[in-house]
């Protein structure tokens, strides 16, 4: 599996953007970026995915670069409830999903 | 709402003692499963791919006869922890992949084993 590399911790404030970056130098030209999180003492729950254009939902939006080595997901504002670990994971299509050890999101008011 | 439910949430049990772990999807069908475990402060660790109709496949270092994996429906995969150990106990997480062709995966709320 290709892998990812993540700050292992990210602070910001209540109300403002974040941008949580990705590297991930060696993926695939099949390998989709997934983004999950996980609140404390609860499953992981998805974000976001794509695999080569920038893609916008309700919860987040996933900014690719040209050559797809690295990534950035983006919160446009900022919650003390989006205080999580971050997961940016390579994953081919149907395959198993493998974390890595994700980024600490700490909001404060 | 929940599209995969996990059950229980947390189970105490003696050593030597064996659980069970059910894990389903709900609304939809799961042909494929995952299991994984997590200790505190650290990261989801693959166990186990569960596949309906056939053996689960073990990721490297996992004890199938320790961990036993069936998958006998399209929505229900169970984990059963042989005679646990105090070294067993964990935090375990099912998860199934539902949509089409990008598919995500939905996550059970994960099940707290303690092992005394």
């Known amino acids: 599996d290709a892998k990812t590399t993540q700050p292992n911790s990210m602070e910001s404030n209540e109300e403002e953007p974040v941008h949580l970056p990705c590297n991930h130098s060696?993926?695939?030209?099949?390998?989709?970026i997934h983004w999950y999180r996980q609140l404390p003492s609860q499953g992981p729950e998805y974000v976001i995915h794509g695999l080569t254009s920038n893609v916008n939902n309700r919860m987040a939006s996933l900014a690719i670069a040209e050559d797809r080595k690295s990534s950035t997901l983006i919160l446009h504002r900022a919650t003390l409830r989006d205080a999580a670990v971050y997961y940016c994971i390579l994953r081919e299509y149907g395959n198993k999903l493998v974390f890595g050890a994700g980024t600490i999101l700490r909001v404060k008011s | 709402g929940a599209v995969v439910s996990q059950h229980p949430s947390r189970v105490i049990c003696k050593s030597g003692t064996s659980v069970k772990i059910e894990c389903r999807s709900l609304d939809f069908q799961a042909t494929t499963m995952f299991w994984y475990r997590q200790f505190p402060k650290q990261s989801l660790m693959l166990m186990a791919t569960?596949?309906?109709?056939?053996?689960?496949?073990?990721e490297q270092g996992v004890e199938k006869d320790k961990f036993l994996i069936n998958h006998a429906s399209l929505t229900l995969s169970t984990l059963t922890v042989t005679s646990a150990h105090p070294e067993d106990s964990s935090f375990y997480i099912c998860s199934a992949p539902r949509g089409g062709t990008n598919e995500k995966l939905f996550f059970g709320s994960g099940t707290q084993l303690s092992v005394l």
């Open positions: 569960s596949n309906e109709g056939s053996k689960a496949t073990y």
């Open positions: 060696t993926i695939s030209g099949t390998d989709y």
